[in-house]
Antibody, heavy 122, light 107 residues
Framework: EVQLVESGGGLVQPGGSLKLSCVASGFTFSGSAMHWVRQASGKGLEWVGR??????????EYAASVKGRFTISRDDSKNMAYLQMNSLKTEDTAVYYC?????????????WGQGTLVTVSS | DIQMTQSPSSLSASVGDRVTITCRASQSISRFLNWYQQKPGEAPKVLIY???SLQSGVPSRFSGSGSGTDFALTISTLQPEDFATYYCQQSYSAPYSFGQGTKLEIK
């Protein structure tokens, strides 16, 4: 059974940093790109970024709203993905989901974590 | 970056109704368009992928159509459990943008 479990959310002041973690199980993690999607309370879904597999050079891409402030990384030996968030703004307050794309190449998010809440406030 | 525009942003309907939600991309995305359903307090769940493929386990009353820039999600006969928020997402090129969502409410 595929599972994605996020952790690391919490309250942080504007300008601060936070690192989210996502532990994966039930699929070949090392061969999968991992994505982060966020959702502010009562708002829509926003794609944050992704990290591709080793075979694809661990390439990363980010939404314009977080580029230069957020960094996605992974540790295939631990089946972990990370989202390092720096220079946080109040508008980064959201539930952050870790998600994977399906393995058939159809490029849809087939599994999601339960989400972890990040609150940026003074 | 590709912008996704959904309409309507909200919709009131009754059980048994047929409803259609549309999604327009700012440039051609071929058929790389997915539809998700989200209920309060839950993570999104995929319904339709690559424009018209029904995800395993999703009822056949859900269907998707379109290609290029214009897409649609149709629910043929609304059931009580279908009242939720629906999002389209393009997976043609990163950033994989979502539409703003359509909240489907009971009339």
């Amino acid at each position: 059974e595929v599972q994605l479990v996020e952790s690391g959310g919490g309250l942080v002041q504007p300008g601060g940093s936070l690192k989210l973690s996502c532990v994966a199980s039930g699929f070949t993690f090392s061969g999968s790109a991992m994505h982060w999607v966020r959702q502010a309370s009562g708002k829509g879904l926003e794609w944050v970024g992704r990290i591709r597999s080793k075979a694809n050079g661990y390439a990363t891409e980010y939404a314009a709203s977080v580029k230069g402030r957020f960094t996605i990384s992974r540790d295939d030996s631990k089946n972990m993905a990370y989202l390092q968030m720096n220079s946080l703004k109040t508008e980064d307050t959201a539930v952050y989901y870790c998600t994977k794309l399906d393995s058939s190449g159809a490029y849809y998010h087939d599994y999601w974590g339960q989400g972890t809440l990040v609150t940026v406030s003074s | 970056d590709i912008q996704m525009t959904q309409s309507p942003s909200s919709l009131s309907a009754s059980v048994g109704d047929r409803v259609t939600i549309t999604c327009r991309a700012s440039q051609s995305i071929s058929r790389f368009l997915n539809w998700y359903q989200q209920k309060p307090g839950e993570a999104p769940k995929v319904l339709i992928y690559v424009a018209s493929s029904l995800q395993s386990g999703v009822p056949s009353r859900f269907s998707g159509s379109g290609s290029g820039t214009d897409f649609a999600l149709t629910i043929s006969t609304l059931q009580p459990e279908d009242f939720a928020t629906y999002y389209c997402q393009q997976s043609y090129s990163a950033p994989y943008s979502f539409g703003q969502g359509t909240k489907l409410e009971i009339k």
